[in-house]
């Protein structure tokens, strides 16, 4: 079984509560999430606070493993943010050993979180570009040979109002007829039929 941090852990247990009460975190759709063995979790962003609502529900038997921005792991926050399961990654340019970190993590049996829009899709302004659909989460699923998984996310982008948080869980993607086809071809159809079903479960909630 995929390793859990003793910090995750401890913080996992006292903000459970808060986020299943206060928040009235609701959760669909967990059988679709592997009991052991890695996975590629691949969810709609709005929020810097959406890996711990999308994780929660699976407390405490999973924990997720995510990409977080290289500048922040400095030396104060660095074993804050690997207790919580954060890998660091180099923003605006293609950073390999990331991907290669990812893809190592999936094999060792855990779950790893992408953001297939690659930056939050509402940021309060208006932004200048709209997000754009990365594929590095279906090429880090087929590098790996393990499921990829889409999940939906509401509400994170209300927490001072105290909105109520919704998440689900959908089945994964297939991905075997896609064994055949070049890594890229493959990645971009991986990624359209993710980010349909992403779409799909998004109007579900």
């Not at 609502?53 to 405490?60: I, K, Q, R, S, T």
């Not at 297939?116 to 990365?134: S, V």
Request: charged residues 25%; hydrophobic residues 45%.
């Amino acid at each position: 079984m995929a390793k859990r941090h003793p910090l995750y852990l401890a913080v996992a247990a006292l903000s459970w509560p808060v986020v299943k009460v206060l928040y009235r975190l609701r959760a669909t759709g967990l059988e679709h999430i592997p009991a052991e063995g890695g996975a590629v979790l691949a969810s709609n962003h709005t929020s810097n606070f959406d890996p711990w609502p999308l994780g929660l529900p699976l407390f405490p038997g999973r924990q997720l493993r995510f990409m977080g921005k290289a500048e922040l792991f400095n030396p104060i926050l660095r074993p804050i943010l690997v207790g919580a399961g954060a890998f660091p990654v180099r923003r605006g340019e293609a950073d390999h050993d990331a991907i290669e970190t990812a893809v190592r993590l999936a094999r060792a049996g855990e779950i790893v979180v992408m953001f297939p829009e690659g930056t939050r899709a509402r940021k309060g302004l208006r932004k200048r570009y709209e997000a754009r659909r990365h594929t590095g989460a279906a090429r880090i699923a087929l590098a790996a040979g393990v499921p990829l998984v889409p999940a939906a996310i509401r509400g994170t982008g209300r927490l001072a109002r105290l909105g109520p948080l919704r998440v689900a869980y959908g089945r994964p993607v297939e991905l075997d007829d896609l064994a055949g086809l070049p890594l890229r071809d493959a990645a971009q159809t991986a990624t359209d039929r993710l980010m349909a079903a992403i779409e799909e479960l998004g109007r579900g909630l």
